[in-house]
């Protein structure tokens, strides 16, 4: 007895396969970069907003699937990231990004901001929405 249905199951999951790799990744993909640029904005330091303005999103597609880039395009931009830092107050015996009393990067006497805000942002504090993120984009 011929099985029924294979036609139609290799279609379905083809179909299935092909909008998982598609659309659903690269809407994914793009949100994540999204809630990154945000978190990121609130540690860029601010002094003319040159930087700030600078910020950027890119969404690219190859061989290996969707790649989200975030970046700022000023030329001195990796210059701040990479910078050392220091924090205003000499006494932070705690995590130095526990910025909850008001503790606050001070390279340039810019309000706000703290060392590698890129990084941080994403490795640090949209961890749990990026999971979100990807649970939602990715549920069929």
């Not at 640029?37 to 930087?51: E, M």
């Not at 749990?128 to 069929?140: Q, S, T």
């Given at each position: 007895?011929?099985?029924?249905?294979?036609?139609?199951?290799?279609?379905?999951?083809?179909?299935?396969?092909?909008?998982?790799s598609g659309d659903l990744s690269e809407r994914t993909v793009t949100e994540?970069?999204?809630?990154?640029?945000?978190?990121?904005?609130?540690?860029?330091?601010?002094?003319?907003?040159?930087?700030?303005?600078?910020?950027?999103?890119?969404?690219?597609?190859?061989?290996?699937?969707y790649k989200g880039r975030v970046g700022y395009t000023a030329e001195y931009?990796?210059?701040?990231?990479?910078?050392?830092?220091?924090?205003?107050?000499?006494?932070?015996?705690?995590?130095?990004?526990?910025?909850?009393?008001?503790?606050?990067?001070?390279?340039?006497?810019?309000?706000?901001?703290?060392?590698?805000?890129?990084?941080?942002?994403?490795?640090?504090?949209?961890?749990?929405?990026?999971?979100?993120?990807?649970?939602r984009g990715m549920a069929l």
């Amino acid at each position: 007895m011929p099985l029924k249905g294979v036609k139609e199951a290799k279609a379905a999951t083809a179909k299935l396969v092909g909008r998982i790799s598609g659309d659903l990744s690269e809407r994914t993909v793009t949100e994540i970069c999204i809630i990154g640029q945000g978190y990121a904005s609130v540690r860029t330091p601010v002094d003319t907003s040159l930087l700030i303005n600078s910020q950027y999103r890119k969404v690219t597609h190859d061989s290996n699937g969707y790649k989200g880039r975030v970046g700022y395009t000023a030329e001195y931009a990796a210059a701040v990231h990479d910078a050392k830092g220091t924090f205003k107050d000499k006494d932070v015996w705690r995590d130095p990004w526990d910025h909850s009393r008001g503790y606050f990067w001070d390279p340039k006497g810019s309000p706000g901001g703290s060392p590698r805000f890129l990084q941080v942002a994403f490795e640090v504090d949209a961890g749990a929405d990026i999971r979100a993120a990807i649970k939602r984009g990715m549920a069929l």
